[in-house]
């Protein structure tokens, strides 16, 4: 079964506005949290991670939002550009799994529009 | 540099054929991943090697056979292939094991198509 709930499944955003790509999990042993990207016909990039003890981390146009009491987290894609075009993912982690083992959600594919 | 490489990029095979999938990392890594990628883009990981040792063995078909004869090489090695085997496959290295070590680098894919 699916660890890491991801949604929605696809996003449509003019350029400029904000992408918001949510996360919920039931497993409160997770402690690492990464956001992947995939361009079409590439391999997934880490883009961002936090921490749960950091309710927010930001990269540039990249945020992160954690609510730990509420087991979510969120990407948010600020002033979003049509190369940001591409499939996110974001994953958890628990430090009893094997060697790095990540629990994948089911993506979302984001366009973005001129 | 190509930090993680697979090849072939594409693969298209008749039902019933065996073929194998390349993977090398360039990053010094111990540790290494096969992923499938379904048609919906699900990421689901099959194996990992930590220093030629097998520690992750997902529920997947005994066709489906990993070897990896230095850390630096992971292969996949599929016996009778079924149109349901067709998908992306991606290798992946990291190092490590903590959180902050054990960042994923994905290869380019392998596109295996089954006919």
């Known amino acids: 079964q699916q660890q890491v709930k991801q949604s929605p499944q696809s996003l449509i955003v003019q350029k400029g506005g904000i992408s918001i790509i949510n996360c919920a999990y039931e497993n409160t042993a997770f402690d690492y949290f990464p956001w992947y990207q995939q361009f079409p016909g590439k391999g997934p990039a880490l883009l961002i991670a936090?921490?749960?003890?950091?309710s927010e981390k930001k990269e540039g146009r990249f945020t992160i939002s954690f609510n730990k009491s509420a087991k979510q987290f969120s990407l948010h894609i600020m002033d979003s550009q049509p190369g940001d075009s591409a499939t996110y993912f974001c994953a958890a982690r628990a430090p009893t799994d094997s060697w790095g083992k990540l629990q994948f959600g089911a993506g979302t594919q984001v366009v973005v529009t001129p | 540099d190509t930090a993680v490489s697979q090849t072939p990029k594409y693969l298209v095979t008749q039902m019933g054929n065996d073929k194998s999938i390349k993977c090398e990392q360039n990053?010094?890594?111990?540790?290494m991943y096969w992923y499938k990628q379904d048609s919906k883009k699900f990421l689901k990981i099959m194996f990992s090697y930590n220093n030629k040792e097998l520690i992750i063995n997902e529920t997947v078909p005994n066709r489906f056979s990993p070897k990896s004869p230095d850390k630096a090489h992971l292969n996949l090695h599929i016996n009778s292939l079924e149109l349901g085997d067709s998908a992306v496959y991606f290798c992946?290295?990291?190092?490590?094991?903590?959180?902050?070590?054990?960042?994923?680098?994905f290869g380019p894919g392998t596109r295996l198509t089954v006919t």
């Open positions: 992946a290295s990291s190092q490590g094991r903590t959180s902050e070590e054990a960042e994923q680098y």
């Open positions: 936090i921490r749960p003890d950091v």
């Open positions: 990053l010094g890594h111990d540790t």
